[in-house]
Nanobody, 121 residues
Framework: QVQLVESGGGLVQTGGSLRLSCAASGPILSIHAMSWYRQGPGKQRELVAGITGDGGTNYEDSVKGRFTISRDNAKNTVFLHMNRLKPEDTALYYC???????????????WGQGTQVTVSS
């Protein structure tokens, strides 16, 4: 059973920083792409940042220059370093993994349970 578990959320003041982590567990051989999504109050879920196995990254425009996504392939873990946080960054942040290779099959579209980030003004 492959699972994604996020950690690192919390309450922070405007301008502060947080680091989110997402660890994938189970019989994993490799993971093609890992991403962070978020869903703010009354909003749709949106892509924040993504990273491929070879390190290619992409970011939502509002977080460029403030957030950095990275991954540790050996530990099947993805991180989101968030700096200069703003109240509008307040959301439930979800980890997402695609094309998870396991012995005998590839798993697509696996989500974590989410970790709350709240930025106070």
């Amino acid at each position: 059973q492959v699972q994604l578990v996020e950690s690192g959320g919390g309450l922070v003041q405007t301008g502060g920083s947080l680091r989110l982590s997402c660890a994938a567990s189970g019989p994993i051989l490799s993971i093609h792409a890992m991403s962070w999504y978020r869903q703010g109050p009354g909003k749709q879920r949106e892509l924040v940042a993504g990273i491929t196995g070879d390190g290619g990254t992409n970011y939502e425009d509002s977080v460029k220059g403030r957030f950095t996504i990275s991954r540790d392939n050996a530990k099947n873990t993805v991180f989101l370093h968030m700096n200069r946080l703003k109240p509008e960054d307040t959301a439930l942040y979800y980890c997402y993994a695609d094309a998870i290779a396991t012995p005998g099959m590839t798993i697509y579209d696996r989500w974590g349970q989410g970790t709350q980030v709240t930025v106070s003004s």
